[in-house]
């Protein structure tokens, strides 16, 4: 992979780290250094993993949910992708908020007939200042911290993650895992000839901050409402 002036991904990062180690007056690395580092990169070992990651399917979800829900994440369980616009309209009508949705176009998404709640707006794409929910599909969900892992891609623009005030995520079921190192297996196993998205974003929970005598403010940096839909339907 290269740029637009022709150097390879490889050398932009050589020569950034060259950099880096030059600020620090530190010369190139030496052959056995190097070596490490590549084996290190190639065989990445797994820090501790809690007792309470190392669970079966049903307790898995079950502790999701539960954590998920300690942080003033709201969960909704769905039995298949076709609830998905019922529940997302519904949720909206419940918090009296406009029913238009900016969603985004990965595969799980995109299998999604909006058309069946035609009192919806859905609009692709980035999200805009206007945009009041997003809807984005979540890559993992860590049980053990009730923690959501979103890879940025163009068919899933960062933005939705933290632009408008209502953030809804679908979340398969068979993508919850125990803990945060099974979710960078999963992403390696995933990921070809080195290539990894360009941002992984960790959220657990809506935005806050108690910053200000310790007094809990909800939507201080990004989204105000996170709700989770989880969808029981195996992926295809």
Known sequence: MSNSTGTSTRECRDAMLGAIRASLGRGALGGEQAAELDRRLAEPRPNVVPARG??????????????????????????????????????????????TVRVGTDPVLSSVDWSAEPALQVKTGKAEDADTTSVATAFAGIAETGTLMLLSAPESPTTLNFLPPVHMVLLPVARIVGAYEDAWVKLRAMQTHGRMPRVVNWITGPSRTADIEQTLLLGAHGPRRLHILICDEPEG
């Open 54 to 99: 190392r669970i079966g399917p049903a307790a898995m979800t079950n502790l999701f949910v539960a954590e998920a829900e300690r942080v003033n994440a709201t969960v909704e369980r769905l039995k298949t992708v076709e609830a998905v616009p019922c529940a997302v309209a519904g949720y909206l009508r419940g918090a009296n908020l406009p029913l």
